[in-house]
């Protein structure tokens, strides 16, 4: 059964300080890896797409890195407004999008 | 200007009740997609509809949901008999450009009493 597990649930920083969030994933034939940031009450923001291992795509001061088996998410020197649940998503041989449950990530000034 | 809105983007609705969640791109897309995400919990599937057809569904959508798109311009999700469990925020999502990211819509709040 296709699966994605995010570690830590919950992650508080101070502005900054660096740290990486990490997806763990089981999936049959991996179309992609997906990393979305949602805010609260709003809809899932798409950051990066990965598409085999070895591969890596940076915007900002985030990082994403992708294995057989996990993605990391890193982030440099946090600001404050990097603050959201950031959930990590896999595609398999079909459309639909299998999501973790997310990393909530508080950055404190 | 958002990709895509949804409407309404809260709904309160008691439980037996019929929802219809509406959701309209500003272009043409030929694939379509409906996720919800029961408060604290994980984005979940619900369907995917390409060409005016549903391509995959989850065990969610049973019997009592149903999508589609009345015109060229807006995509439907409908509820027929709602249940308390089915509070939750409804998203739809849509393929963009040549590779297989979705991109999401704000969302639509459905509170079932």
């Known amino acids: 059964e296709d699966q994605v597990t995010q570690s830590p649930e919950a992650l508080r920083l101070q502005e900054g300080e660096s740290s990486s969030l990490n997806c763990s994933y089981t999936v049959s034939g991996l179309r992609g890896l997906f990393w979305y940031r949602q805010d609260p009450g709003k809809g899932p923001e798409f950051l990066f797409t990965?598409?085999?291992a070895g591969e890596e795509k940076e915007k900002e001061r985030l990082k994403a890195t992708l294995t057989k088996k996990e993605s990391f998410l890193h982030i440099t020197a946090p600001k404050p407004e990097d603050s959201a649940t950031y959930l990590c998503?896999?595609?398999?041989?079909?459309?639909?999008?299998?999501f973790g449950t997310g990393t909530r990530l508080q950055v404190f000034p | 200007e958002p990709e895509v809105t949804q409407t309404p983007s809260h709904q309160v609705t008691q439980m037996g009740q019929e929802v219809i969640l509406r959701c309209v791109p500003i272009?043409?897309?030929?694939?379509f997609y409906w996720y919800r995400q029961i408060l604290g919990q994980k984005v979940e599937f619900l369907v995917s509809?390409?060409?005016?057809?549903?391509?995959?569904k989850s065990e969610i959508f049973d019997d009592q949901f149903s999508v589609e798109r009345p015109d060229g311009s807006n995509f439907t999700l409908k509820i027929r008999s709602t249940k308390l469990e089915d509070s939750a925020m409804y998203f739809c999502a849509f393929p963009r450009g040549e590779s297989y990211e979705q991109y999401f819509g704000p969302g639509t709040r459905l509170t079932v009493t």
């Open positions: 509809f390409y060409n005016n057809e549903i391509s995959e």
């Open positions: 272009s043409n897309h030929l694939y």
């Open positions: 998503a896999v595609q398999g041989n079909t459309d639909k999008l299998i």
């Open positions: 990965l598409y085999s």
